[in-house]
T-cell receptor, first 113, second 115 residues
């Protein structure tokens, strides 16, 4: 079945340092989505990437979709304490004519002020 | 606009008890799903539905049943609770058009403990 692998599992940074999490799929994806979950909260949608090689920015966050549409990354520049949380990537996988959204295991980011 | 509403927020069950986790959305979304979240395991898909009357299994369906009689509701039933089902459960919905290509909206979660 489809697997969405995410690394690293944990990342601890000093405030102001950069942070990157990587997502790799065993199959080509039609799109990839990124979510953020604050401690004690629920996942919240950040962005969706659809095109090969696509790069999107949201303030200090930069999202990339690989040329082969099998990998993606999220980069945060100059982390702040508000960036704390777990970041998930998710991709669609087709099964028997229907699709399901499969999540990576997430990268938990902690930021030391 | 309430979005996705899950009840209850917390629940403690004894082994062998049954219960239903409720999930309702008011966005007319076709696609609804249930995930469980355990430390270090991410979000694992239990069951999902692409529309009323249609359900399918995800990665970890054993011990859980679902039904989708209306577009709005997607309850998750635990038939005989086991300690291994202690977890945080999230319901999610999205507009699909047959594809999971759009933003998923999550409920607040249900923290279930089975003793």
């Amino acid at each position: 079945g489809q697997q969405v692998m995410q690394i690293p599992q944990y990342q601890h940074v000093q405030e102001g340092e950069d942070f990157t999490t990587y997502c790799n799929s065993s199959t080509t994806l039609s799109n990839i989505q990124w979510y953020k979950q604050r401690p004690g909260g629920h996942p919240v949608f950040l962005i969706q990437l659809v095109k090969s090689g696509e790069v999107k920015k949201q303030k200090r966050l930069t999202f990339q979709f690989g040329e082969a549409k099998k990998n993606s990354s999220l980069h945060i520049t100059a982390t702040q304490t508000t960036d704390v949380g777990t970041y998930f990537c998710a991709g669609p996988w087709s099964q028997g004519g229907s699709e399901k959204l499969v999540f990576g295991k997430g990268t938990k980011l902690t930021v030391n002020p | 606009n309430a979005g996705v509403t899950q009840t209850p927020k917390f629940q403690v069950l004894k082994t062998g008890q049954s219960m239903t986790l409720q999930c309702a959305q008011d966005m007319n979304h076709e696609y609804m799903s249930w995930y469980r979240q355990d430390p270090g395991m991410g979000l694992r898909l239990i069951h999902y539905s692409v529309g009323a009357g249609i359900t399918d299994q995800g990665e970890v369906p054993n011990g859980y049943n679902v039904s989708r009689s209306t577009t709005e509701d997607f309850p998750l039933r635990l038939l005989s609770a086991a300690p291994s089902q202690t977890s945080v459960y999230f319901c999610a919905s999205s507009y699909s058009g047959g594809h999971v290509n759009t933003e998923a909206f999550f409920g607040q979660g249900t923290r279930l403990t089975v003793v």
